[in-house]
């Protein structure tokens, strides 16, 4: 969050174009949201998914909870 938050505390245009930039690479690679699924195996294989398109995406360490966020924050409205 730190790297996409500057120092007025809003996001500027940048930001979220990459932001917007590494959304659309997360859906194109077919993420789909965590569905609450108890099982322990499920998810390791989802958290290791989304591990691995986020890099194959180049999305930076800082950068990737915002991601992930938007990609949930996203799906919840739909």
């Known amino acids: 969050m730190a790297g996409l ?27 789909v949201s965590f569905l609450g699924v108890e099982d322990a195996e499920i998810i390791r294989h989802w958290v290791w998914k989304v591990d691995e398109s986020l890099v194959q995406i180049h999305v930076p360490v800082e950068g990737r909870v915002n991601c992930v966020a938007q990609l949930h924050s996203e799906s919840a409205h739909s």
């Open 5 to 31: 938050i500057g120092a007025t505390g809003s996001v500027s245009r940048d930001n979220t174009f990459t932001l917007v930039h590494w959304v659309k690479g997360m859906r194109n690679m077919g993420y």
